[in-house]
């Protein structure tokens, strides 16, 4: 029960500050194909965030920003990049009085554009999750399982496996694996691998996922 000299507060959503937003996907430093899925964690109050794209990270207006959109109501927007290279993205919270948040962490990725794709929501893979082995791990023997996250919409999954960070000394290339785990039988002992898988359906290709680097004990 309030006295006489005490006063009900109501807290009003619109004059409390808003926390910026967290781009949650691509992987920060990925490399994507032209459509490029961008996540974001929602942010209490919010109604909506505004995205800028640029192609550095200083964000110019005039110069290096190259989209800016708003997105009402949703955490995540398919963006088109036709144009093959480094990007930089951040965006904003925005409640109600459209006051804005301050920008979120810029988030780099790039962009291979050798293969266009008609972006469209319905169709589009997002790159796996890699799951095991885990990053920098030492494993014993030479039959090794790698499993990842399974990818809505995929309909096999590319698995490559190298000795180079770069791919160019595969060791295990397979386009046609149904399920996201394999077992591979042919690691070498005191050997330090790379690998890598990409979500595949007939009409697309997901962006590689990150590299996992793992090593084999002498």
Request: aromatic share 10%; proline share 6%; net charge neutral.
């Amino acid at each position: 029960m309030l006295t006489s000299c005490q006063k009900e507060e109501t807290i009003n959503p619109d004059n409390q500050t808003l926390l910026p937003p967290v781009i949650t996907y691509p992987p920060q430093g990925s490399q994507q194909t032209n459509c490029i899925l961008i996540k974001w964690n929602t942010v209490n109050n919010a109604q909506a965030y505004t995205l800028q794209v640029a192609t550095d990270n200083l964000f110019s207006y005039g110069g290096s920003i190259i989209l800016q959109t708003t997105v009402y109501d949703a955490s995540q927007i398919l963006i088109t990049l036709n144009q093959g290279g480094q990007y930089y993205a951040r965006l904003s919270a925005i409640n109600q009085a459209q006051t804005a948040s301050a920008w979120s962490a810029i988030h780099p990725f790039s962009v291979n554009a050798a293969v266009l794709y008609n972006c469209q929501p319905e169709t589009m893979l997002i790159a796996p999750k890699l799951i095991s082995p885990q990053q920098e791990s030492v494993l014993q023997g030479n039959t090794q399982t790698f499993t990842w996250e399974s990818v809505p919409g995929a309909a096999t999954y590319h698995l490559q496996i190298a000795t180079t960070p770069n791919f160019a000394g595969n060791v295990y290339s397979n386009i046609n694996i149904a399920l996201p785990t394999r077992t591979i039988q042919q690691f070498n002992t005191g050997a330090t691998y790379y690998w890598r898988v990409k979500a595949v359906n007939n009409a697309y290709q997901s962006a590689w996922s990150e590299t996992g680097r793992f090593s084999i004990a002498p």
